[in-house]
C-alpha cells in the first residue's frame, strides 16, 4: 500500500491522559499536513511539517497540541492531558512538494474518543 | 462569515440522476480549487483539481470554477449508489500550502 499510512485508526484515551497519533507519508512525500475533524464540522488546517521543520502551526491550538517531523520516521501528533474536546478524526495529507500543482494525499485518519 | 460555503445537505437522488454540489468562497487569494469524495469512516479521496476559471471533466465528473463569482461546482452524471459519500470543496491560497475546506455536502443515490 503506497498510501498515507496513519495508526492507530481508533484510539481511546481517559481524560489527562497523553494520545500520540502517527502518520506515514506516501513513499516520496516529505511534506505533511494535520488535520482535524470535529463531529458535524468539516476539516480545519492544524500544522504542516517537512522533515525536521514546523512551517506552519497557526491552526494548532497553543497549549497541549505539538507535532514533529523527524528525519526518521513517521510524524507525530502529540496531545497531552487529553480533554473531552479534544475527541475527533485527526486526518494526515502528504504531498511531493509545497506548491499548488502538488495536491494534498489524505490518510484514513485516527479516531479519538476521550473518555 | 465563513471562508468557504457549502451546503452540508442532505442531498438524496436518484440512480442516474444528475448531481450538482456547489460552494462559495471569499477570500479572492484562493486561486486553486479541489474536490474530494469521503466515504464513511475514510479518509478524503482526491477527485477534481483545478486552478483556472471554466469546465474541466473527468469521466462521470465535471468541476466548474467562477472565478468572478468566487462560485465553484462539481457536476456528477449518471449518477450511481456508489456515489453515495460526503463531498468536500477544498481550496488554496496561492502562497499557502493549507487546504481550507467547505463543511461538505453529504450526498445519497437511491438505486
Known amino acids: 500500500n503506497a498510501g498515507v499510512m496513519q495508526n492507530p485508526r481508533h484510539l481511546v484515551r481517559r481524560r489527562g491522559q497523553e494520545a500520540r497519533l502517527r502518520c506515514s507519508p506516501m513513499?516520496?512525500?516529505?511534506?505533511v499536513y494535520w488535520y482535524r475533524q470535529l463531529p458535524e464540522e468539516g476539516l480545519k488546517f492544524m500544522v504542516y511539517?517537512?522533515?525536521?521543520?514546523?512551517?506552519?502551526e497557526s491552526g494548532m491550538p497553543k497549549e497541549r497540541f505539538s507535532a514533529e517531523f523527524p528525519k526518521e520516521g513517521p510524524s507525530i501528533l502529540r496531545i497531552q492531558q487529553v480533554v473531552r474536546g479534544d475527541s475527533a478524526a485527526y486526518f494526515c495529507?502528504?504531498?511531493?512538494?509545497?506548491?499548488?500543482?502538488?495536491?494534498?494525499?489524505f490518510g484514513d485518519g485516527t479516531r479519538l474518543s476521550i473518555l | 462569515q465563513k471562508e468557504v460555503e457549502q451546503d452540508p445537505g442532505p442531498l438524496s437522488v436518484p440512480e442516474g440522476a444528475i448531481v450538482s454540489l456547489n460552494c462559495t468562497y471569499s477570500?479572492?487569494?484562493?486561486?486553486?480549487f479541489m474536490w474530494y469524495r469521503q466515504y464513511s469512516r475514510k479518509g478524503p479521496e482526491l477527485l477534481m483539481y483545478?486552478?483556472?476559471?471554466g469546465n474541466k471533466e473527468d469521466g462521470r465528473f465535471t468541476a466548474q470554477v467562477d472565478k468572478s463569482s468566487k462560485y465553484i461546482s462539481l457536476f456528477i452524471r449518471d449518477s450511481q449508489p456508489s456515489d453515495s459519500a460526503t463531498y468536500l470543496c477544498?481550496?488554496?491560497?496561492?502562497?499557502?500550502?493549507?487546504?481550507?475546506f467547505g463543511e461538505g455536502t453529504q450526498l445519497t443515490v437511491n438505486p
Open positions: 483545478t486552478y483556472s476559471s
Open positions: 477570500n479572492s487569494a484562493f486561486q486553486y
Open positions: 477544498a481550496i488554496l491560497e496561492t502562497s499557502g500550502s493549507r487546504l481550507t
Open positions: 513513499k516520496g512525500h516529505s511534506h
Open positions: 511539517l517537512q522533515k525536521e521543520n514546523i512551517i506552519d
Open positions: 495529507a502528504s504531498s511531493p512538494a509545497s506548491n499548488q500543482n502538488q495536491p494534498q494525499h
